[in-house]
């Protein structure tokens, strides 16, 4: 914790995120500091929430002297926390951010530096995970998942329609499984969920599939490219086919379906089992019995996986509880037990 301390220090004086800090925290080599003490506010979302929730009775058992207080705080939490930090005021101690929107929050330079203290982490991530947490070599945000990408689908209702998971390598396979769906339950049960409101995130999966990106190397738009426009012709195909139950993701719509058989399947992240068992309560209890299979590859033999989400963990620069924050960030994030206490 010496070396966040210094970085506290800095903080305070407003150069938080863009000073050099390694002369003082070679400097802060003493003797070892005493456990870190305090009150934080951590900000988080749905079952990352509740995971976090999760681990707090272990990690105060390493930490007694730390009160963690855990606000599930839902819709608009990014929008209020870039406003907190442009603020100056009113930001928690620790807040989850998606990862892709993550850059953003550290080019505000509001921001705690964590490098000295987490770059010794660096191994334990993967190396696309941990260069996005980081600017000019200095780690602002820690990686706290990736999301590969399958399909989940209800067993039961399959089996029920006769459609065979394993029969579906493509999207064009995709597409005609669900047209047999929606035929044989008389249109009540629909592929997927999809509609106007949901479609970027769909496209984001698809272009990453495709191996496009929305922006080139220079930072400038890339869309009109093949890769993108492979991407779009799948999600035109999806939407025209007639196999989607069009509610708004994460809607009360959308979440109903995963009880009903409104919706036949869901091409997610592996994020998403946590919010089907959340939901239902039971994967394989009295109401649907789920799978899951690879997802539908653009082409015949091509890749038949994406990523889509993710989050980290970051430290605002104006937190007062810094040593604290970090002791829970690096507890939940790089540790083996954190890790099994939240699954």
């Known amino acids: 914790m010496r070396g966040l301390r210094a970085v506290g220090i800095l903080a305070a004086a407003g150069l938080a995120g863009c000073g050099r ?89 509001r921001l705690a530096d964590l490098t000295p203290v987490a770059a010794r982490h660096a191994r334990s991530f993967p190396r696309s995970r941990w260069e996005g947490c980081t600017l000019n070599g200095r780690v602002y945000a820690i990686p706290w998942d990736i999301g590969p990408c399958a399909v989940y689908f209800k067993r039961d209702l399959f089996t029920r329609y006769g459609v065979d998971p394993e029969s579906i390598e493509t999207w064009d396979d995709y597409v005609e499984a669900g047209r047999r ?70 809607s009360q719509e959308f979440m109903a379906g995963l009880k009903d058989d409104t919706v036949a399947s869901y091409p997610l992240a592996v994020w998403f089992g946590g919010t089907i068992k959340d939901t239902v309560q039971d994967f394989a209890g009295k109401g649907h019995q789920w799978g899951v299979f690879r997802l539908p590859a653009i082409r015949q033999g091509g890749l038949r996986t994406s990523n889509l989400g993710g989050s980290v963990l970051v430290i605002p620069a104006q937190s007062r509880q810094r040593e604290a924050a970090w002791a829970f960030v690096e507890y939940a994030l790089c540790t083996v037990e954190g890790q099994i206490a939240q699954y």
């Open 21 to 109: 800090t390694g002369e003082v925290v070679g400097a802060a080599v003493a003797p070892g500091p005493p456990p870190a003490k305090g009150r934080i506010r951590v900000w988080s979302w749905n079952i990352a929430a509740k995971a976090l929730q999760r681990i707090v009775p272990d990690f105060n058992a390493r930490h007694p002297g730390i009160r963690v207080e855990v606000d599930m705080t839902g819709a608009n939490l990014q929008s209020r926390f870039l406003l907190s930090l442009a603020a100056g005021v009113g930001a928690p101690d620790v807040s989850q951010l998606q990862f892709t929107d993550a850059a953003k929050y550290v080019a505000t330079g």
């Open 181 to 250: 769906i929606v035929a044989a339950s008389g249109g009540r049960t629909r592929m997927l969920p999809l509609a106007s409101g949901s479609l970027a995130a769909f496209f984001e999966l698809l272009i990453q599939q495709s191996g496009g990106q929305i922006f080139d190397g220079e930072g400038r738009v890339a869309i009109d490219s093949p890769e993108c426009h492979e991407a779009l012709e799948v999600l035109r195909r999806l939407m025209a086919a007639g196999i989607c139950h069009r509610v708004t993701w994460w």
